[in-house]
């Protein structure tokens, strides 16, 4: 059954919650990219500094999807637009995968971005996070290039994707 979710925009307050969200979801998600022992003893403080830091720009998007019968964060979506807009994350609870949150979250940060001009998005997705790879595929993302890249300071493969028009017929606006 698909929980009933809220979306709204974060504010500074939310970050702490963020942050213990995407270090959950990286733990389970990059358990194969990253050291274990980094996953362990460094991951979670250092999701936690880079959300304390972190300042977002005017035109930046951050969303949450609240879940409306326990107001519990159940996903996040950040985006950066320094154009053209680049999706930096977008997390789910681990054991809420499959629900329909992640949709509800790129669905509704593209109409945002729509209405605001935007033409097109990209992100990255770390090599073997295969599930996030099918997603962003599913809901009519492009193959682009890989690239080596530093996570944290430990090298990963990264594949770009890419949305040449945020108004695809695969999204549900």
Not at 55 to 63: A, C, H, N
Not at 161 to 173: G, P
Request: aromatic share 10%; proline share 6%.
């Amino acid at each position: 059954m698909q929980p009933q979710i809220s979306i709204r925009k974060a504010v500074r307050a939310d970050f702490p919650a963020i942050a213990r969200l995407q270090a959950e979801s990286w733990a389970t998600a990059y358990r194969s990219s990253l050291p274990p022992h980094y996953i362990k003893e460094r991951l979670h403080a250092d999701i936690a500094d880079h959300w304390k830091r972190y300042k977002p720009g005017e035109r930046d998007l951050v969303l949450l999807a609240i879940d409306g019968e326990t107001g519990a964060l159940a996903g996040f979506i950040s985006i950066l637009c320094r154009p053209p807009p680049f999706i930096d994350s977008l997390h789910c609870q681990p054991s809420r995968t499959g629900l329909g949150i992640g949709s509800t979250l790129l669905c509704t940060a593209f109409r945002q971005l729509a209405e605001r001009g935007e033409q097109s998005a990209s992100l990255s997705v770390v090599v073997g996070n295969d599930g996030a790879r099918r997603f962003y595929l599913r809901h009519g993302a492009q193959e682009g290039p890989k690239r080596r890249e530093n996570l944290f300071g430990y090298p990963v493969d990264v594949e770009y994707l890419r949305w040449e028009t945020l108004k695809s017929n695969k999204l549900a606006f």
